[in-house]
């Protein structure tokens, strides 16, 4: 079936946000699929056949397309209210002004932040036309490029980021994987050196360097590069689960066993501030956008990007029951235990009969310190799920851990 202009076309991320309706994650729940999504990206990059291509990015194949002939609008009876007045708003500043480059720009990330990949393309086009000047047109061209699967475009365009704002650390890791992922392993490995060069003391670049050392063969170098990572930043996600596999590649399965469960548990993905991803959020309107995109986010272990969007929720709608509990999730996983006790026991007054709340709140609670409480809680679970075994473990231990009344 044809689809008209204006429609959402299939996206890889949108397709994910659409495939996860449960908007309430508890903390195992959120590790598991964390694994889960982790794993499916890892083997398609592992997997991907390696392609000869050259070093140099030249820009003369991506000119500017003209401009659309039309402001896009998508049908107001396709969206969510909050959604059609943003995006109102936003086409109507630029039919008052076609020649603003921010104006095209403003409503592209507004159609980004709602997932209408397409039009937010068509959008970012006519900025980037309108204004070659600024590093953001064509960085947001390259993330969408990145993202349906066009490695080749996408390094082009970020190459064009970079001669425009050479000091960007995000473009230039965005780069990095843009060639790895077309094959280009020399490029690459420039593209993460300079991270390195730029943020000695930050994990990102020596990751990089990790992938492109697997791919190469070299699983000693790597191994040797993602232990450098993890003493810098002991919580990076992607440098946790790749130095996991290498450990299993090279038969050191107690080790491997080990930094697996520490990615399951602690590990949070790390990336530079990225200002211009956080217009994009900043931009997101409607409760259920928010939290669409909050929860792929927090999924995807971005969770610096995925706070404010929870906070945002929950400033509109206080008792916002997802917001609750993923953004008590969220603060437990970064050790803000206290914090995270304050909304879980938000969302457990809420849902008094839902042991998962519950659940989140004792973990929250033990992790601050406080036993008892926590173990009351764990007791309160184990009354609505008797079956549930990972909280009879936690009783388990909490109550061991517990010093032993003093003898009379």
């Given amino acids: 079936m044809s689809r008209k202009r204006g429609q959402r076309g299939p996206s890889p991320r949108r397709d994910a946000a659409r495939s996860r309706r449960v908007l309430a994650l508890t903390a195992a729940g959120a590790a598991l699929a964390l694994v889960a999504a982790w794993v499916i990206v890892a083997l398609v990059r592992r997997d991907a056949a390696p392609v000869s291509v050259a070093h140099v990015d030249a820009l ?4 500017a397309p003209a401009a659309p002939a039309a402001v896009p609008r998508q049908p107001a009876a396709d969206l969510d209210p909050d959604v059609a007045q943003a995006i109102d708003a936003a086409a109507t500043a630029v039919e008052a002004d076609r020649e603003s480059a921010e104006r095209w720009g403003k409503l592209g990330r507004v159609y980004e932040s709602a997932e209408y990949y ?3 393309r068509t959008c970012y086009e006519s900025a ?4 070659t000047t600024a590093a953001e047109w064509p960085y947001h061209l390259g993330r969408l490029a990145a993202d349906r699967g066009e490695p080749d475009e996408a390094a082009l365009l970020f190459g064009e980021a970079l001669r425009l704002d050479p000091a960007s650390l995000p473009a230039r890791l965005r780069l990095g994987e843009a060639r790895l992922r077309r094959g280009d392993l020399g490029a690459a490995e420039a593209a993460y050196s300079l991270v390195v060069e730029q943020a000695p003391r930050a994990s990102w670049g020596r990751v990089g360097l990790a992938k492109v050392r697997r791919r190469e063969g070299r699983a000693e170098d790597a191994r040797r590069l993602l232990e450098e990572a993890l003493e810098l930043e002991p919580r990076d996600r992607e440098a946790s ?4 596999m290498i450990y299993s590649e090279l038969g050191r399965a107690g080790d491997a066993a080990k930094e697996l469960e520490r990615f399951q548990s602690t590990a949070v993905a790390q990336w530079p501030p990225d200002p211009l991803v956080a217009r994009v959020n900043a931009e997101a309107a409607g409760v259920q956008v928010s939290l669409r995109r909050a929860n792929r986010l927090l999924t995807e272990g971005h969770l610096d990007q995925a706070e404010p969007l929870y906070e945002q929720v929950l400033a509109t709608r206080p008792d916002e029951f997802a917001a609750l509990i993923n953004l008590g999730n969220l603060r437990l996983r970064r050790g803000e235990s206290a914090r995270a006790v304050e ?14 709340p519950r659940l989140g709140l004792a973990m929250a609670l033990l992790a601050a310190g406080r036993n008892e409480p926590g173990i009351a809680e764990l007791d309160a679970v184990l009354r609505l799920d008797p079956g549930n075994e990972q909280a009879r473990a936690m009783a388990a231990r909490a109550r061991s851990a517990q010093p032993s009344p003093p003898s009379p």
Wanted: charged share 35%.
């Fill in 60 to 63: 003369e194949a991506l000119e």
């Fill in 118 to 120: 397409t039009l937010a």
């Fill in 343 to 356: 909304l879980l026991e938000r969302a457990v007054a809420q849902r008094p009969d839902d042991p998962h």
């Fill in 241 to 244: 689960y790749l130095l996991s």
């Fill in 128 to 131: 980037r036309r309108l204004d």
